[in-house]
C-alpha cells in the first residue's frame, strides 16, 4: 500500500540527463596526497571512493567529519557538483580512472535533496553516468569535495527563493546580489513551467541584477509551480532553483495537489453539532515527512480561511467531530483524479500545528 501512495504522488523523479562530455586529463591535477584538483570548476575531490557504503545522513556527517590533506571543510557534493566528474570516453566507471581509480560502477550520493519532498536525495551512478533520486535510508557509495573560486555560488544570493502568486495573469520579481568580494556573471532561465512562466527582463547579469518573471492567468484546478534556475559561472556550486507556485482557480471546488504534494481544498462543509449550522472553509495543507513512521502519510494544515464563493460541485466535508476531512474528487498535479480521507493526529498537533495523515484513498475511474 504504502509503496503505491509513494508511486501515486510521485515522489521518486528519475532525470536522464544528456550528458557525454570527456574530461582530459588535463583538467586535473593529482595532489598526491589523496585528493585530485579539478582546474576547471576549481573544486578539491577527494581521490578515493569511501571504504564502506553509507545512508544519505550518515554520508553527509562522513563527509563534514574529513580531515584529508590538511583540509577540514570537506562536504557532500552537490549533484550539480557530481555531474561534473562524469566521463563516458572511456568505458565503465564512468569517470577519468586515472585521476579517480577504484571508482565503484554504482550510484554516489550527492547532498541535493529530491524536488518533491524530503525522504529522497539525487545522486549519479557512475556506471551509466546518469543523475537520479534515491531514499535516504538506501546505502550507496560516496566521494567528498572542498572549496571553489571566491566568487562562487555560495556567495550569490537569491531573494527570496520562492513565490506564491495569484490567479490572475501578472508579474514577479527575484533580486540577485553579490555577497563576496570576486565578480560572478550569472544566468537564469525557466526549467520548469514554461508553458506559463517567462522571464520578461533580468535574464542574466553580473554581481547584482533582478530577475522578472511573468506569467499566465492559472484556470485550472491546481496550483503551479515553474521552477526558475540561476547559474554562476564558473561557480562552486552549479545553480540555485527558485520557484513560482500560483494559485488555484478558487471559483473550482475541485480539490488539487500540486508537484510539491501542496493540498489545496478550495470547500470543506462542517456542520457544527451544537449550533446545528454548517459553515463552509477554505484550506491549505503541506506535505510532511515523518522518519519515525515511513509508511504514513502527514499533512500539516497551513492555512484555512471561511468560504463565501457559491459551487457547483461535491464539496469535502468536515466530520462533526472534526477529527476527519472527506475529499470526495481531487486532481493529481499528474492529471489522474482520486478520493481521500485524512484522520487528524492528535499526537502530532502540538503547539498549535494541526496534523491529519492519510487513513483512506482510492483512484476515481
Not at 128 to 156: C, E, F, I, T
Not at 196 to 207: C, R, V, Y
Not at 322 to 333: E, Q, V
Request: proline share 4%; hydrophobic share 35%; glycine share 8%.
Amino acid at each position: 500500500m504504502s509503496k503505491k501512495w509513494v508511486s501515486i504522488f510521485c515522489f521518486i523523479f528519475l532525470m536522464v540527463t544528456t550528458v557525454v562530455w570527456a574530461k582530459p586529463d588535463s583538467a586535473y591535477i593529482d595532489n598526491g596526497n589523496g585528493t585530485v584538483t579539478d582546474i576547471e570548476t576549481k573544486l578539491m575531490w577527494q581521490q578515493p571512493t569511501a571504504a564502506y557504503k553509507m545512508d544519505w545522513n550518515y554520508a553527509s556527517h562522513y563527509c563534514r567529519s574529513r580531515s584529508l590533506a590538511g583540509y577540514t571543510d570537506w562536504r557532500l557534493p552537490t549533484i550539480g557538483e557530481l555531474k561534473t566528474l562524469v566521463d563516458r570516453s572511456g568505458g565503465y566507471p564512468t569517470i577519468n580512472r586515472t585521476f579517480f581509480p577504484g571508482t565503484v560502477s554504482s550510484f554516489y550520493w550527492s547532498s541535493t535533496t529530491g524536488v518533491v519532498g524530503t525522504p529522497y536525495a539525487w545522486g549519479v551512478n557512475f556506471y551509466s553516468g546518469n543523475d537520479s533520486v534515491h531514499n535516504k535510508v538506501d546505502s550507496y557509495y560516496v566521494r567528498a569535495v572542498r572549496g571553489g573560486q571566491a566568487g562562487s555560488l555560495d556567495n550569490l544570493v537569491i531573494s527570496p527563493l520562492s513565490r506564491t502568486v495569484t490567479t490572475n495573469a501578472d508579474s514577479t520579481t527575484f533580486s540577485v546580489s553579490n555577497t563576496g568580494t570576486g565578480t560572478i556573471p550569472w544566468k537564469a532561465a525557466v526549467t520548469a513551467g514554461a508553458e506559463w512562466l517567462s522571464i520578461s527582463s533580468g535574464a542574466g547579469g553580473t554581481d547584482t541584477g533582478t530577475i522578472t518573471c511573468a506569467y499566465t492567468a492559472n484556470t485550472s484546478t491546481s496550483l503551479r509551480t515553474g521552477t526558475i534556475q540561476v547559474t554562476a559561472y564558473g561557480a562552486t556550486s552549479s545553480l540555485i532553483d527558485v520557484t513560482v507556485t500560483q494559485a488555484v482557480n478558487t471559483t473550482a471546488c475541485t480539490a488539487a495537489i500540486d508537484s510539491n504534494n501542496s493540498l489545496h481544498i478550495p470547500l470543506i462543509s462542517h456542520l457544527n453539532p451544537q449550533s446545528n449550522t454548517l459553515s463552509s472553509y477554505s484550506a491549505d495543507f503541506a506535505y510532511k515527512n515523518d522518519p519515525a513512521f515511513p509508511t504514513m502519510i502527514f499533512f500539516k494544515l497551513t492555512n484555512h480561511a471561511i468560504q463565501s464563493e457559491t459551487f457547483t460541485c461535491t464539496a469535502s466535508t468536515l466530520s462533526n467531530d472534526s477529527t476527519m476531512i472527506h475529499i470526495p474528487d481531487f486532481l493529481m498535479s499528474d492529471g489522474s483524479r482520486m478520493w481521500l480521507d485524512m484522520t487528524y493526529s492528535e499526537s502530532r498537533s502540538t503547539n498549535g500545528d494541526v496534523y491529519f495523515y492519510v487513513s483512506k484513498y482510492g483512484v476515481i475511474k
